[in-house]
């Protein structure tokens, strides 16, 4: 009886199509929740059997391909006004897939470094932010990083989500409050495709033909990683022998390294704060932990205290004489401050042992020094230094590299989006360009990348729309040289370009952090300009521009573009200005609104012949606005080098 159960239970299943020989399937952007370019043919496309019919129907009407000798086929379906939601079905021979929950608006792709990739979850008032989030015409499809040698027809994954407290908190931040913004303004549905990888330089982000790279120098460009790959390997085999591959310090889920008695006589010492990557253990994922100690009074330990523990890459898991007292999941970015209660601790020595797990790039204990620190009472006392360091599982990846070489990013992350049709682009990134002769060659680069994506898009010279680099680092206590300052008039001229925009942010950085958490003024600009150029409003978008200058009897006057109602300076006398005379050296001027111009001057310069405003890593203090409060944007009259 069970061997005849089994013999017609086996027929029914031989009977049945397999998941796995299913060949029908989509590209990923043409799945459920998707946002089409509204007022545009659209392609649907996807892959078959060879030579299989496909039949697409959409809003009760039906469309044919045929799948190419690869399995390819597309359709194209015809321009439909904002709206929705509606369903595309897809049929293959005995296969269908449909696609629900479709909306026709405005598509925007969201690429370039680490501030496009800040998630709402880390930027301010972001508990706010999420529990508000409720329209679900705002879409987001994240690409997830990804690369190849070669340019390829398939995203690696991503799906589309609704912007609502569930999933808000994972959105790209300047594109949520860039869309949250236009959707103020423009009643269509808004998705974002969001293409960014952090740390990301420019060059990764463009094909070889816009590099001017022919097959025998990206070979070369090809070989040269692979001879990196290969000396990433050795060094971690040279650095920690054999790859454990289960974490060592746990046993059967027990801490044994977080044991205050634990002799940690020959683990490595490793300075901290300081991604592990940067102390020898480049290219390692996986998990290593790290020890230190403290020493507290009787009274001290009686009260507890609080332990701060910098930003930890990726995950981490802290312990203090053996009992745990916090821990983070994936957040990368978030500085740890944990309570330790006073059963935690004794007077005298207590050991700190962190478990920290990466998954990907950097790894470990890294950021402000200032943020590692024991708190008892009102008393500080600073715990970076060095620490002991051992690995507990290691795996060699090098993956966080591939964001470094040029071509590998376009190809895998922006060459499978280019039949979606869009309506623009917003671009954050340079940071990772900011340095001598970079800075310089950014230019070319940016301007090259922006028309290579209009040409491979065809979609014209669709709005692209970029944010210039925000403030960073300590001011500058006399004026001088700045690449970030460099690299700002390397993005700036990119406006020579037609139907390009940039939102100016030196007034919402963070001196000691690159990633600035008020995006909302971010998104905010950037909408202001896409109102203009995508939307054809009328109104100010931008802040003061530099447009010509002339120097007379010992003054400057600037005349700027872009004033709206006026000059503005906010906070009092105008500052960060700076002119030099035929010397070139420059000192801090004084200045002031005149006449709707700016009139520079020094008594230190008699005779000036050039003036620079906010050229610095960090122009504290530049207050130059319109009245519509948008800042001016930094500049410099010479071309001196």
């Known amino acids: 009886m069970k061997r005849s159960a089994c013999g017609f239970l086996l027929l029914l299943l031989l009977a049945l199509p397999h998941a796995s020989a299913a060949e029908l399937r989509l590209s990923r952007l043409v799945s459920d929740g998707m946002v089409v370019q509204r007022d545009v043919e659209v392609p649907v496309w996807g892959w078959a059997a060879a030579d299989e019919d496909v039949t697409v129907t959409f809003r009760g009407a039906a469309y044919a391909a045929r799948a190419d000798a690869s399995g390819a086929w597309r359709v194209r379906l015809p321009a439909t006004a904002a709206g929705g939601p509606y369903e595309i079905s897809v049929a293959a021979g005995d296969e269908r897939v449909d696609v629900r929950d479709v909306l026709v608006g405005d598509v925007w792709i969201c690429s370039g470094q680490s501030n496009m990739e800040w998630r709402v979850a880390d930027s301010d008032r972001a508990a706010e932010e999420i529990a508000a989030a409720g329209d679900l015409r705002i879409r987001h499809f994240k690409v997830p990083q990804s690369w190849a040698r070669e340019p390829e027809a398939t995203l690696a994954g991503g799906e589309w989500l609704t912007a609502d407290p569930a999933h808000v908190g994972d959105f790209t931040a300047v594109g949520f409050f860039f869309a949250r913004e236009l959707r103020r303004h423009v009643d269509v549905p808004i998705g974002l495709v969001n293409t960014s990888w952090g740390g990301s330089r420019i060059e990764p982000w463009m094909s070889a033909a816009a590099l001017g790279l022919d097959r025998a120098a ?92 910098g930003a930890i890459d990726d995950s981490d898991v802290s312990w203090v004489n053996g009992h745990r007292v916090g821990g983070m999941e994936r957040s990368w970015n978030v500085p740890r401050v944990y309570e330790v209660p006073a059963a935690a601790l004794s007077a005298g020595r207590n050991v700190v042992a962190v478990r920290v797990e990466d998954t990907g790039g950097g790894g470990g204990i890294y950021g402000d020094p200032e943020l590692l620190y024991v708190e008892a009472g009102s008393t500080r006392r600073p715990l970076a230094g060095t620490w002991k360091f051992k690995v507990g599982l290691a795996t060699v990846s090098v993956d966080g590299h591939k964001n470094q070489v040029p071509t590998l990013l376009y190809n895998k992350m922006i060459h499978p989006l280019l039949p979606y049709p869009i309506k623009g ?45 925000a403030a960073f680092m300590a001011p500058a206590a006399e004026p001088g040289e700045s ?11 990119a406006l020579a370009l037609p139907d390009t925009a940039q939102a100016v942010t030196i007034d919402v950085g963070d001196a000691d952090d690159v990633h600035p958490r008020n995006k909302q003024d971010v998104g905010r600009r950037l909408a202001l300009a896409a109102r203009s150029l995508a939307y054809r409003e009328e109104l100010v978008y931008s802040g003061p521009v530099y447009r010509r200058h002339e120097a007379t009897d010992g003054r400057v006057v600037v005349e700027f573009d872009h004033v709206g109602g006026g000059l503005a300076a906010r906070g009092g006398a105008l500052q960060a200005f700076a002119v030099a005379g035929a010397d070139r050296r420059f000192v801090w001027a004084r200045a002031a609104i005149e006449d709707g111009r700016v009139v520079v001057w020094s008594e230190d310069v008699p005779d000036p012949v050039a003036v620079r405003y906010a050229w610095a890593d960090n122009p504290e203090g530049a207050n130059l606005y319109n009245a519509a409060g948008l800042p001016a944007s930094p500049f410099r009259t010479d071309a001196w080098p």
């Open 218 to 309: 990206l070979a070369e460009v090809m070989e040269r990683e692979r001879d990196y790959e290969r000396q990433v390997l050795e060094r971690v085999r040279e650095r920690i022998g054999r790859l454990p591959e289960h974490d060592e310090g746990l046993v059967d889920g027990r801490a044994v390294w977080a044991d205050p008695e634990l002799d940690d006589g020959g683990w490595d010492a490793l300075v901290v704060p300081a991604r592990w990557e940067e102390e020898g253990f480049d290219g390692m994922d996986g998990v290593a932990w790290y020890r230190t100690a403290l020493e507290l009074t009787a009274e001290e330990a009686r009260a507890g205290v609080r332990l701060g523990l």
């Open 483 to 493: 690449s970030w300052a460099l690299l700002r008039e390397s993005q700036s001229a």
């Open 425 to 469: 682009a917003l671009w954050y990134q340079g940071e990772s360009n900011a340095y001598p002769g970079d800075d310089l060659r950014y230019r070319e680069l940016f301007k090259g990348m922006i028309e290579q994506w209009r040409r491979d898009w065809r979609r014209g010279d669709f709005p692209f729309l970029f944010v210039q680099l």
